[in-house]
């Protein structure tokens, strides 16, 4: 017997509907009538509420096949939720971008490198976007650590691709304007979100 039926077998008998079963387990009436219906499964946690309230094992409601799917999903799940914070501090920290001495000033016969605000030897529209490329990167960092919190993993991964994809267009903005010290560490922020990509590919 499945997971599903099992489900509505002891919810049945202890005589609960799918809203007074959401309601003793937290969730909404929409993931009971998902599980009942073999459209998915709980979470762990939802699991263990499952067997208190029944009194059953979770062995008793799951096939070995099931939990060890389940155990896959929720493993893959926590992956997920822990590169959107990789990512979104990564992306935070481009907001050093502001203030650390990455910037080209030539000061008479010599070439110094200074902070953003300690006018660097470029235009004031090229100066614009040194200041607005780390706030956007900034601010997709804050997304990705929101989306860890409330999102779900179809938006794990959007975010990861639009993280990626805006780090490219400030490294060859960097590059384009001949900021090799700005590109080489936002290169290396880029590196290290490539190879947590390729690896959590790896592993589904």
């Given at each position: 017997?499945?997971?599903n039926q099992k489900l509505q077998i002891l919810r049945t008998k202890k005589g609960l509907t799918q809203e007074r079963l959401a309601e003793e387990l937290y969730v909404s009436r929409t993931a009971i009538s998902k599980w009942e219906s073999g459209k998915g499964y709980p979470n762990i946690a939802s699991?263990?509420?499952i067997s208190k309230l029944f009194s059953?094992?979770?062995d008793d409601l799951l096939s070995g096949e099931e939990l060890g799917s389940l155990a896959a999903k929720e493993n893959q799940a926590n992956i997920d939720k822990i590169l959107c914070l990789v990512y979104g501090y990564l992306d935070f920290l481009t907001l050093s971008f502001l203030?650390?001495?990455l910037y080209i000033r030539e000061d008479s016969d010599?070439?110094?490198t200074v902070g953003l605000f300690a006018n660097p030897d470029v235009s004031t529209i090229t100066w614009t976007i040194y200041l607005l490329l780390p706030l956007l990167m900034a601010i997709m960092g804050i997304v990705q650590i929101i989306t860890q919190h409330y999102l779900n993993a179809k938006w794990y991964g959007?975010?990861?691709?639009?993280s990626i994809l805006l780090q490219a267009f400030c490294i060859l903005a960097f590059v384009a304007s001949r900021q090799p010290y700005a590109a080489s560490?936002?290169?290396l922020f880029f590196m290290i979100k490539v190879i947590l990509l390729i690896k959590n590919i790896r592993i589904k």
């Open positions: 017997m499945e997971f699991l263990k509420s059953v094992s979770i203030f650390l001495p010599r070439i110094r959007i975010s990861r691709i639009g560490l936002l290169f």
